[in-house]
């Protein structure tokens, strides 16, 4: 039935591009935030990558590959989205949100925040690898297909990954909190 | 249990939170730019497409009309630019990224639970943009420096200094004022309240949607290091507002805070200006240019 619509879409079908839109959006789209860590980035960027799986769609060889397609261009967008970030330090006189989540037994706030400044720190290609390999589930070598990089190159850079957010993890939490002044 | 798999474990758990729903109206984003973006001719196909030698010779020929053709119209003239760059046409307006900012409209987004709800509004040059609510003005590492920020509000602290009722230091905890749900209720409780003094409200229309202007004003002598801020120390501060999207700026001594308290078909949004007496009259009228320009998105 997908392969149905693929096909359909490849064809110029517009319609049947939405249905696609509408049955991968939301694995897609939670792709997006947790490579960039933003709501408003992600949509914008899943945005341009459906745009461009729509120009792009006819030169797709095989209509079953469709998903892990879709996974390299949205990929591939969000990474050029993040190298543009501009990296700064985060000003003191605004807050980021609390995260309302119940009480975890696994991480607490203090590691979900550590987490996060060690996610942000990576470069984009970290950051898209790690994405890939635990909330997706592809195998580095899948990786390695689908970014186009040698599956050598996928392990090093998920050790280094894998590294800097065990030392992330490791730091004291006392040193990440918001500081400054209040104004 | 192995190193590898601890953080394999962590890093599952940890991406397994988030927003995983596509807002509804990428949907229809796509389908509007994918109805004016033509698909691109298969290549693939294309290559497989028998040629004999007279149709080569005549595509040849056709190419070399065509860059011929194309050449003469694109060459300069009058030492001009020979082809004026259509402007790419904005489709929605821009996510507030983080950094400076150039001229445009915005999207925030003051709700956490709700990421179909956005706040969109004109924001000049220069300033600075904090994903996914705030902008400050030029120069914003001043600590007088002056912010807009879109957000909700379910209730109030009764003493801003003394909002850690849990004791954990996060913010967005339950204020112990029950305030109801338009934005007159709210605006009735900051009038009641004598931790800060505030303004008559004035009914405004910021789209078309209805509320209240009114500015409050903080003491100038708090003793913020006697308030609650963060339980691992550094930070203490004031919070007017409660809930989980209430306070995603600090509050401190001599705030001034012009509010727009709107009701956006059941749902309560503020526009909150933040400044002081020492900010430039120029960035204070571009803030009230920012809100004024606010359209909603429910």
């Given at each position: 039935?997908?392969?149905?619509?693929?096909?359909?879409?490849?064809?110029?079908?517009?319609?049947?591009?939405?249905?696609?839109?509408?049955?991968?959006?939301?694995?897609?789209?939670?792709?997006?935030?947790?490579?960039?860590?933003?709501?408003?980035?992600?949509?914008?960027?899943?945005?341009?990558?459906?745009?461009?799986?729509?120009?792009?769609?006819?030169?797709?060889?095989?209509?079953?590959?469709?998903?892990?397609?879709?996974?390299?261009?949205?990929?591939?967008?969000?990474?050029?989205?993040?190298?543009?970030?501009?990296?700064?330090?985060?000003?003191?006189?605004?807050?980021?949100?609390d995260d309302?989540a119940?009480p975890d037994?696994?991480l607490t706030l203090a590691d979900r925040d550590?987490?996060?400044?060690?996610?942000?720190?990576?470069?984009?290609?970290?950051?898209?690898?790690?994405?890939?390999?635990?909330?997706?589930?592809?195998?580095?070598?899948?990786?390695?297909?689908?970014?186009?990089?040698?599956?050598?190159?996928?392990?090093?850079?998920?050790?280094?990954?894998?590294?800097?957010?065990?030392?992330?993890?490791?730091?004291?939490a006392?040193?990440?909190?918001?500081?400054?002044?209040?104004? | 249990?192995?190193?590898?798999?601890?953080?394999?474990?962590?890093?599952?758990?940890?991406?397994?939170?988030?927003?995983?729903?596509?807002?509804?109206?990428?949907?229809?984003?796509?389908?509007?730019?994918?109805?004016?973006?033509?698909?691109?001719?298969?290549?693939?196909?294309?290559?497989?497409?028998?040629?004999?030698?007279?149709?080569?010779?005549?595509?040849?020929?056709?190419?070399?009309?065509?860059?011929?053709?194309?050449?003469?119209?694109?060459?300069?003239?009058?030492?001009?630019?020979?082809?004026?760059?259509?402007?790419?046409?904005?489709?929605?307006?821009?996510?507030?990224?983080?950094?400076?900012?150039?001229?445009?409209?915005?999207?925030?987004?003051?709700?956490?639970?709700?990421?179909?709800?956005?706040?969109?509004?004109?924001?000049?040059?220069?300033?600075?943009?904090?994903?996914?609510?705030?902008?400050?003005?030029?120069?914003?590492?001043?600590?007088?420096?002056?912010?807009?920020?879109?957000?909700?509000?379910?209730?109030?602290?009764?003493?801003?200094?003394?909002?850690?009722?849990?004791?954990n230091?996060q913010?967005?905890?339950?204020?112990?004022?029950?305030?109801?749900?338009?934005?007159?209720?709210?605006?009735?409780?900051?009038?009641?309240?004598?931790?800060?003094?505030?303004?008559?409200?004035?009914?405004?229309?910021?789209?078309?949607?209805?509320?209240?202007?009114?500015?409050?004003?903080?003491?100038?002598?708090?003793?913020?290091?006697?308030?609650?801020?963060?339980?691992?120390?550094?930070?203490?501060?004031?919070?007017?507002?409660?809930?989980?999207?209430?306070?995603?700026?600090?509050?401190?001594?001599?705030?001034?805070?012009?509010?727009?308290?709107?009701?956006?078909?059941?749902?309560?949004?503020?526009?909150?200006?933040?400044?002081?007496?020492?900010?430039?009259?120029?960035?204070?009228?571009?803030?009230?240019?920012?809100?004024?320009?606010?359209?909603?998105?429910?």
């Open positions: 039935m997908d392969r149905d619509l693929v096909e359909r879409a490849q064809r110029g079908d517009q319609a049947a591009f939405v249905d696609l839109v509408r049955s991968r959006g939301d694995r897609l789209f939670a792709i997006a935030y947790r490579i960039l860590r933003d709501v408003d980035r992600a949509e914008d960027a899943l945005q341009d990558a459906l745009v461009i799986a729509w120009r792009d769609l006819p030169d797709l060889r095989d209509p079953d590959r469709f998903d892990a397609w879709a996974h390299r261009l949205l990929t591939n967008v969000c990474i050029a989205d993040a190298g543009r970030e501009r990296r700064r330090i985060a000003n003191l006189h605004v807050l980021p949100l309302a119940a037994d696994l550590q987490l996060d400044r060690g996610f942000r720190r990576l470069n984009a290609d970290e950051r898209a690898i790690l994405v890939l390999r635990h909330y997706v589930g592809y195998e580095p070598t899948e990786i390695a297909e689908l970014l186009g990089l040698p599956a050598g190159t996928i392990r090093s850079r998920l050790h280094h990954a894998h590294r800097a957010m065990r030392a992330a993890l490791d730091a004291d006392r040193t990440a909190v918001v500081g400054g002044t209040s104004a | 249990m192995s190193e590898r798999s601890d953080i394999d474990r962590v890093l599952r758990h940890w991406m397994d939170d988030g927003p995983s729903t596509m807002p509804d109206r990428i949907v229809d984003v796509v389908a509007d730019r994918i109805s004016v973006h033509p698909q691109r001719r298969s290549w693939r196909l294309l290559r497989r497409l028998p040629m004999n030698p007279r149709i080569k010779l005549a595509a040849g020929v056709a190419a070399a009309v065509v860059l011929a053709v194309a050449g003469y119209y694109l060459l300069p003239r009058d030492g001009g630019v020979g082809v004026q760059p259509t402007p790419s046409p904005t489709w929605s307006p821009r996510a507030v990224g983080e950094g400076v900012l150039t001229a445009g409209r915005y999207r925030f987004r003051p709700s956490s639970a709700d990421p179909n709800l956005a706040v969109t509004a004109e924001v000049p040059a220069g300033w600075n943009g904090h994903p996914d609510r705030v902008v400050t003005g030029p120069g914003d590492d001043d600590p007088v420096a002056i912010a807009v920020a879109f957000l909700l509000a379910d209730g109030l602290h009764s003493d801003p200094c003394r909002w850690d009722r849990l004791g230091g913010r967005g905890q339950l204020g112990n004022l029950v305030v109801g749900p338009t934005a007159i209720d709210l605006v009735n409780a900051l009038r009641a309240n004598p931790a800060y003094t505030s303004t008559e409200p004035n009914p405004v229309t910021l789209g078309t949607h209805p509320g209240f202007a009114l500015e409050v004003r903080l003491p100038d002598d708090l003793n913020l290091e006697a308030c609650d801020g963060s339980i691992l120390g550094g930070t203490h501060y004031y919070q007017i507002f409660s809930g989980p999207d209430a306070n995603p700026l600090f509050q401190g001594d001599g705030n001034r805070m012009d509010l727009v308290i709107l009701d956006v078909e059941g749902t309560r949004v503020i526009a909150m200006i933040r400044f002081s007496d020492d900010t430039p009259a120029a960035d204070l009228d571009a803030a009230r240019g920012i809100v004024e320009s606010v359209e909603v998105v429910p």
